[in-house]
């Protein structure tokens, strides 16, 4: 997973064609320790997205754009546009994660 730190960084890559699914967190936050430890097998098997992560603690105008109000959150960007979003509170497992992008329309 690749890290955004600048929110030009951030612009650029959500208005490019491929979808970008891009994870915000923040190093204090136990439930993002929590999700990194299941979510390498999740980033291989949704190989069609291009993974990032987001500190929103380092972005916070960006997260607040994007109604990201508890972390972790994924949120699913095409053409500028967000396509989805995992709130905080359903993204505790991987069954969430795995039911949230299954669920998501190609």
């Known amino acids: 997973m690749k890290s955004i730190t600048t ?3 951030f612009n650029k890559i ?5 979808k970008a699914l891009i994870k915000f967190q923040a190093g204090w936050c136990p439930d993002c320790t929590r999700m990194d430890m299941f979510i ?3 980033i291989e098997k949704y190989d069609m997205y291009t993974w990032y992560d987001v500190d929103r603690d380092v972005l916070p ?3 607040e754009k994007y109604d990201v109000m508890g972390i972790p ?3 699913i960007f095409k ?3 967000k396509q989805a979003h995992l709130h ?7 069954q969430q994660v795995t ?3 299954d669920g998501v329309k190609a």
């Open 14 to 18: 959500i208005s490019e064609d491929s």
């Open 73 to 75: 959150s994924l949120l």
């Open 88 to 94: 905080s509170a359903n993204a505790k497992s991987p």
């Open 79 to 81: 053409d500028g546009e």
């Open 40 to 42: 390498s097998p999740i």
């Open 99 to 101: 039911e949230f992008l």
């Open 61 to 63: 105008e960006i997260a």
């Open 7 to 9: 929110a030009e960084q």
